[in-house]
């Protein structure tokens, strides 16, 4: 989903930027993530539309909340300083959402914050750097302990409980000594060449893969420790963290939400140099932030050369009382199972399925089966996320753990599961199913940075004043994509605020990630038709 994350119903359309995305739907199924919505935060809105903002954030997911969280919270500008002078006035930030708040990607992903380095780091370096591949590969696997700081940030237990931002144990497992021999090899080429996070992971084989995952048919598995292995109720901590910031910082941050931003138009005549028009008004701003993931393209067209969005399938489900429960598993390292639940990567017929177990109820988060689809499936809408997944899909999803963990190991089906949690929860195993888009790129990288006017096709008057950004396109693996692609946008944002300057860089931030006219033009007006696998949104790169 990252997405964070998901697993697709079926393969990606041919034709990049050729259409508008449009606007989510109003309808969108529910996740079970989503369950209970935020009381404070869910439908929020302000008495009255903003007229005028410094910074107009279009999207109210992980990536969205992360560029006003940063803003706000690492700003001084927003504090009364200690001297005689006049404060400064509070910066003033506008964050708008079509539906509900958090209602996108962020709040209908697998829940992991776990990349696969290894393969994603030799991935890497197909599309950029090595010097830019080894930074992406630790940029990543930095969001375990990014997010649990940002989570330990929060103002109440409560809150820091229903984030559950959590160490779990990791496991990447495969199933065909082909694909399981060329992990291990890319496994050595981190560990030579990234070794301070190649050496976070460690390989099992045969029986003793068998034995740590409880899953028989394994051939092998790579395991991660808790520093490059974590989960998230993403949605709870998007909103729990929006709470957060509308309490702490009244006069800086408005948030309405079923406010569907239309279009962008740069003025003239005016003290601003935008104005977003909105189904319930406008908004004059100096800079624009599209956190919109895979509808960008509608407010920057160009964008849809390298930018599209794929129809996603999660669900949620009761594994077999035969299973152990969190901090129970078979442990791998330091012969320890961490309390915080196990996570799954499983490879099989060059797919990916993948599994999140939740700590308090043990629930398991389910996606996968990559590519299966009845024929005429594919062809729906790839923004339209109001529909159950596709019938085959949704069977897939509701029979494969069992022959996974083998039936001698499931057991019989559980009963302890309490039944009356909230009323949109189903009574039986199978949870909730839902369905997402994901913002998926051709070179596999997000878009993070500033947004040149060859781009946009709007000349601002005061370039120095502010601009337009971006950040999107986070591949399914928006969980250890977006938090840090949100800090790093917000401090180019704040730098060009201090500086009147469009520099961007930072050293920890990878630069492969700025949308360049290199990453933007057209691509023969087609992308590669690649294979979505899954939760990390990896394909073949393929013909770029």
Same mark, same amino acid.
């Given at each position: 989903m990252q997405l964070s994350i998901f697993v697709s119903s079926i393969l990606l359309s041919a034709v990049?930027?050729?259409? %508008?995305?449009?606007?989510?739907?109003?309808?969108?199924?529910?996740?079970?993530?989503?369950?209970?919505p935020h009381p404070d935060v869910a439908d929020h809105q302000s008495p009255k539309l903003p007229e005028s903002a410094d910074i107009v954030i279009i999207g109210s997911g992980m990536s969205g909340t992360s560029i006003a969280w940063h803003l706000l919270m690492d700003d001084n500008s927003t504090t009364t300083p200690t001297t005689k002078k006049a404060p400064p006035a509070p910066l003033r930030i506008a964050m708008l959402e079509a539906r509900q708040a958090c209602s996108g990607a962020t709040g209908r992903n697998g829940g992991h914050i776990r990349p696969s380095s290894y393969e994603e780091y030799v991935d890497a370096k197909k599309v950029t750097t090595q010097d830019q591949a080894a930074k992406i590969t630790k940029f990543r696997a930095g969001h375990v302990d990014a997010l649990l700081r940002a989570a330990g940030r929060l103002p109440t237990e409560q809150a820091r409980q229903a984030?559950? &931002?959590?160490?779990?144990?990791?496991?990447?497992? /495969?199933?065909?000594?082909?694909?399981?021999?060329?992990? !291990?090899?890319?496994?050595?080429? *981190?560990?030579?060449?990234?070794?301070e996070v190649g050496d976070e992971w460690s390989v099992l084989a045969g029986d003793e893969a068998r034995r740590v995952s409880l899953m028989p048919g394994a051939v092998g598995a790579l395991t991660g420790t808790a520093r490059v292995a974590g989960a998230i109720w993403g949605y709870r901590f998007v909103t729990n963290g929006l709470k957060m910031l509308l309490d702490a910082y009244p006069e800086s941050l408005s948030l %309405?939400?079923? +406010?569907?931003? +239309?279009?962008?138009?740069?003025?003239?005549?005016?003290?601003?140099?935008?104005? !977003?028009?909105?189904?319930?008004? +406008?908004?004059?701003? $100096?800079?624009? &932030?599209?956190?919109?993931?895979?509808?960008s393209p509608h407010f920057v067209p160009v964008l849809g050369n390298a930018l599209q969005g794929s129809l996603l399938?999660?669900?949620?489900? @009761?594994?077999?009382?035969?299973?152990?429960?969190?901090?129970?598993?078979?442990?791998?390292?330091?012969n320890v199972s *961490?309390?915080? #639940?196990?996570?799954?990567?499983?490879? @099989?017929?060059?797919? @990916?399925?993948?599994? &999140?177990?939740?700590?308090?109820?043990?629930?398991?988060?389910?996606?996968?089966?990559? #590519? !299966?689809?009845?024929?005429?499936? %594919?062809?729906?809408?790839?923004?339209?996320?109001?529909?159950?997944?596709?019938?085959?899909?949704?069977? /897939?999803?509701?029979?494969?753990?069992? +022959?996974?963990?083998? /039936?001698?190991?499931?057991?019989?089906?559980?009963?302890?599961?309490?039944?009356?949690l909230h009323p949109d929860i189903w009574a039986g195993r199978t949870k909730r199913v839902w369905t997402g888009v994901e913002g998926f790129t051709t070179d596999a990288l997000p878009l993070v940075g500033p947004l040149a006017e060859q781009f946009t096709q709007r000349p601002v008057k005061n370039p120095a004043a502010g601009q337009e950004w971006v950040s999107a396109g986070f591949n399914g693996e928006g969980m250890d994509y977006?938090?840090?692609?949100?800090?790093?946008?917000?401090?180019?944002?704040? $730098?060009?605020?201090?500086?009147?300057?469009?520099?961007?860089?930072?050293?920890?931030?990878?630069?492969?990630?700025?949308?360049?006219?290199?990453?933007?033009?057209?691509?023969?007006?087609t992308a590669a038709r690649r294979r979505d696998v899954g939760r990390n949104g990896r394909r073949d790169l393929g013909e770029l």
């Open positions: 990049l930027g050729q259409s %508008d995305p449009g606007y989510p739907v109003k309808n969108p199924s529910i996740s079970y993530w989503q369950i209970p984030a559950s &931002v959590r160490p779990v144990d990791s496991l990447d497992v /495969y199933f065909e000594e082909a694909p399981f021999a060329e992990a !291990v090899a890319q496994w050595e080429t *981190l560990r030579r060449e990234v070794p %309405d939400t079923h +406010t569907t931003a +239309t279009s962008v138009n740069a003025l003239k005549n005016s003290t601003h140099n935008f104005e !977003v028009t909105t189904d319930r008004g +406008t908004i004059l701003a $100096n800079h624009v &932030v599209y956190a919109t993931n895979s509808w399938s999660m669900s949620a489900q @009761l594994g077999g009382a035969g299973l152990p429960k969190p901090g129970e598993w078979p442990a791998y390292h330091n *961490l309390p915080g #639940g196990r996570a799954w990567s499983l490879f @099989l017929r060059g797919g @990916l399925d993948y599994i &999140v177990q939740e700590p308090e109820h043990g629930e398991y988060m389910y996606g996968g089966g990559a #590519g !299966v689809s009845f024929p005429g499936e %594919d062809d729906r809408d790839q923004y339209d996320d109001s529909g159950t997944p596709p019938s085959v899909v949704a069977a /897939y999803l509701n029979g494969a753990l069992p +022959t996974y963990f083998g /039936y001698q190991n499931w057991g019989a089906e559980r009963t302890d599961f309490p039944a009356d977006a938090w840090l692609s949100g800090k790093g946008l917000g401090q180019m944002i704040r $730098n060009h605020m201090a500086n009147a300057t469009n520099e961007p860089l930072f050293e920890w931030f990878p630069t492969a990630f700025l949308p360049t006219e290199a990453r933007l033009q057209k691509q023969n007006g």
